[in-house]
């Protein structure tokens, strides 16, 4: 199978403080890698697409200075949230692309970030 | 831009029945149309993936059927389980290589 891990899992953190959340793809290399975010009772919101080694794709209306993403390698992207804020509080989840398998993305299992 | 409507009601359905899900979409027609699996706390969970020029895919007790005339697609859970409890996720691709679109998902209670 394609697994997708995320760690942590679940975060807590101060205002203002910045968080960082680490996607791996543990059996296969990732064309590109996505992160979104998901509100309680709402569907996934695609926050920006990463690709290995170049710099990262945003959806209109998120901020890249506030949400940081670096892919260094074929199985790792991470996303910083800077200066974090309540209203960043959500559920944040991250897919991958195996090479050769066209748009199937293989989702990780989620991180849920509160930020007090 | 595109828009996915999937039944926002919960479907309560009795062990060994068949599920039907409906997920309907506006505007154009997609070259991939993927359903998920997602349990609450827990990232989606591909289940399957059926291009526009086909009009039927099975996987075990699963099925998905796709008619670009009346743009939907219909998602089939056959002898339900319990096991089978969660919120399914209707999923288009415009074209090879762009990005996901989202339905709202449609939560299904098998009740044994």
């Known amino acids: 199978g394609a697994v997708v891990s995320q760690h942590p899992s679940r975060v807590i953190c101060k205002s203002g403080t910045s968080v960082k959340i680490e996607c791996r793809s543990l059996?296969?290399?990732?064309?590109?890698m996505f992160w979104y975010r998901q509100f309680p009772k709402q569907s996934l919101m695609l926050m920006a697409t990463?690709?290995?080694?170049?710099?990262?794709?945003?959806e209109q209306g998120v901020e890249k200075d506030k949400f940081l993403i670096n892919h260094a390698s074929l199985t790792l992207s991470t996303l910083t949230v800077t200066s974090a804020h309540p209203e960043d509080s959500s559920f944040y989840i991250c897919?991958?692309?195996?090479?050769?398998?066209?748009?199937?993305?293989?989702f990780g299992p989620g991180t849920r970030l509160t930020v007090l | 831009s595109q828009k996915i409507e999937q039944n926002s009601e919960a479907l309560n359905i009795q062990e060994g029945k068949t599920a039907t899900l409906t997920c309907n979409y506006t505007n154009y027609s997609p070259a991939y149309l993927q359903w998920y699996r997602q349990d609450p706390g827990r990232g989606p969970v591909f289940l399957l993936l059926i291009r526009e020029n086909e009009k039927e895919k099975r996987k075990e007790r699963l099925k998905v059927t796709f008619d670009t005339t009346l743009k939907q697609s219909l998602f089939h859970i056959t002898a339900a389980q319990p096991a089978d409890s969660a919120t399914y996720l209707c999923?288009?691709?415009?074209?090879?290589?762009?990005?996901?679109?989202f339905g709202g998902g449609t939560r299904v209670l098998v009740k044994p």
């Open positions: 059996d296969f290399q990732a064309t590109t």
């Open positions: 990463s690709n290995e080694g170049s710099k990262a794709t945003y």
């Open positions: 999923v288009m691709i415009k074209a090879a290589g762009n990005k996901l679109t």
């Open positions: 897919s991958a692309i195996r090479r050769g398998e066209g748009d199937t993305q293989y």
